[in-house]
């Protein structure tokens, strides 16, 4: 992979010693389809890109048909239906029919989640935290999971910049938390979307998760704070400081919450509420606060915190269970279709 047409000049060199192909634009990188499209708008050139797995996602369904002993089903979303609590009891007690063939069958679909699948995070995470303890009931939901794919395999992410945004991009991020809504588990679930967004509602998706948390919330503002702190340290600055080396000024960040007790307890530096949180929790608040507060210098541009409505905010779909109208608002929402 190459960074300029001035090396091509080379690569034609190298070829008189190496057989390789000719030079083409990137399509194919690591199992994900990149399909590229530029069109000049006004003197500005606006580039597209499809981020296309399904063909990867096919041969995840084809691996799973040759162990599977069910049709798959006609379905609208990848989450199961809730069960009756005897009937969910009874299907727990019993070794999963796909237990020596989990790990493959999860694994599958987590690359495509990492690569270009945010919309299976929630389900294809809260799997594979159950692999070495696979149940029936754990058979039902990767069943839902590989019916959905077969409806909706054909789904693609999407992104669009223009280079007029160089100078208007902002990193925009999404974190979420669902606070114990993972039966498995007391623990809840963090979750985030990471985009830059430039002018005209142009938006470009760069990472996306969803995780169990570590130790179990005691209520929403601690969960949304966990999760907070995990996203903007391991994501939000990570990507503002690449993105400012590439385009060398400032570039300021956004972090959307919808849950007002958070926000309070970020500007103010601390809460009495969690007085109670682990050491490491409490120095979050206190490093949230002094990160968000602080003004743009010249090398670093400014981090800030804002109230989302929580029927727009792009972070659900990564730690809930959404039904269908929900969830295809939300696809919509991050730009999968």
Same mark, same amino acid.
């Given at each position: 992979?190459?960074?300029?047409?001035?090396?091509?000049?080379?690569?034609?060199?190298?070829?008189?010693?190496?057989?390789?192909?000719?030079?083409?634009?990137?399509?194919?990188?690591?199992?994900?389809?990149?399909?590229?499209?530029?069109?000049?708008?006004?003197?500005?050139?606006?580039?597209?890109?499809? !981020?296309?797995?399904?063909?990867?996602?096919? *041969?995840?369904?084809?691996?799973?048909? %040759?162990? /599977?002993?069910?049709?798959?089903?006609?379905?609208?979303?990848? !989450?199961?239906?809730?069960?009756?609590?005897?009937?969910?009891? *009874?299907?727990? +007690?019993?070794?999963?029919?796909?237990?020596?063939?989990?790990?493959?069958?999860?694994? #599958?679909?987590?690359?495509?989640?990492?690569?270009?699948?945010?919309?299976?995070?929630?389900?294809? /995470?809260?799997?594979?935290?159950?692999?070495?303890?696979?149940?029936?009931?754990?058979?039902?939901?990767?069943?839902?999971?590989?019916?959905?794919?077969?409806?909706?395999?054909?789904?693609?992410?999407?992104?669009?910049?223009?280079?007029?945004?160089?100078?208007?991009?902002?990193?925009?991020?999404?974190?979420?938390?669902?606070? *114990?809504?993972?039966?498995?588990?007391?623990?809840?679930?963090? =979750?985030?979307?990471?985009? *830059?967004?430039?002018?005209?509602?142009?938006? !470009?998706?760069?990472?996306?998760?969803? #995780?169990?948390?570590?130790?179990?919330?005691?209520?929403?503002?601690?969960?949304?704070?966990?999760?907070?702190?995990?996203?903007?340290?391991?994501?939000?600055?990570?990507?503002?400081?690449?993105?400012?080396?590439?385009?060398?000024?400032?570039?300021?960040?956004?972090?959307?919450?919808?849950?007002?007790?958070?926000?309070?307890?970020?500007?103010?530096?601390?809460?009495?509420?969690?007085?109670?949180?682990?050491? /490491?929790?409490?120095?979050?608040? =206190?490093?949230?606060?002094?990160?968000?507060?602080? %003004?743009?210098? +010249?090398?670093? =541009?400014?981090?800030?915190?804002?109230? /989302?409505?929580?029927?727009?905010?792009?972070?659900?779909?990564?730690?809930? %269970?959404?039904?269908?109208?929900?969830?295809?608002? +939300?696809?919509?929402?991050?730009?999968?279709?």
């Amino acid at each position: 992979m190459v960074g300029t047409e001035f090396l091509v000049d080379i690569i034609a060199e190298i070829r008189k010693n190496i057989k390789m192909e000719e030079p083409s634009d990137l399509q194919k990188y690591l199992g994900c389809v990149h399909h590229v499209t530029q069109k000049i708008v006004e003197g500005e050139t606006i580039t597209n890109v499809t !981020f296309d797995m399904m063909n990867y996602f096919q *041969a995840a369904i084809d691996q799973y048909l %040759e162990l /599977a002993t069910e049709k798959l089903n006609e379905v609208s979303t990848p !989450f199961a239906p809730r069960l009756a609590p005897e009937e969910l009891d *009874a299907l727990m +007690a019993e070794r999963g029919v796909f237990a020596d063939h989990a790990a493959s069958l999860v694994m #599958k679909l987590m690359y495509g989640v990492r690569m270009a699948g945010p919309h299976l995070s929630t389900v294809v /995470a809260r799997l594979s935290s159950q692999i070495t303890k696979w149940t029936r009931d754990l058979d039902r939901r990767l069943h839902r999971i590989y019916s959905y794919l077969a409806q909706a395999k054909n789904l693609t992410l999407k992104g669009a910049l223009s280079t007029g945004d160089v100078n208007e991009v902002v990193l925009i991020a999404w974190p979420d938390a669902d606070l *114990a809504g993972d039966f498995m588990t007391t623990k809840s679930t963090s =979750g985030f979307f990471l985009e *830059a967004r430039g002018a005209e509602g142009r938006s !470009f998706p760069i990472s996306w998760g969803s #995780k169990k948390q570590g130790c179990t919330a005691q209520h929403t503002a601690e969960a949304e704070t966990i999760s907070l702190v995990t996203c903007l340290r391991s994501e939000l600055l990570p990507a503002q400081f690449l993105l400012q080396k590439i385009i060398r000024r400032p570039v300021s960040a956004v972090v959307m919450e919808d849950n007002e007790a958070t926000i309070t307890s970020i500007r103010k530096g601390y809460s009495p509420a969690m007085g109670h949180l682990p050491r /490491a929790h409490r120095i979050s608040i =206190g490093l949230l606060h002094e990160i968000t507060t602080r %003004e743009e210098t +010249a090398d670093d =541009g400014n981090v800030r915190v804002h109230k /989302a409505a929580t029927a727009d905010h792009k972070g659900d779909l990564f730690t809930k %269970e959404l039904d269908r109208a929900k969830y295809e608002h +939300a696809l919509s929402m991050i730009q999968m279709n």
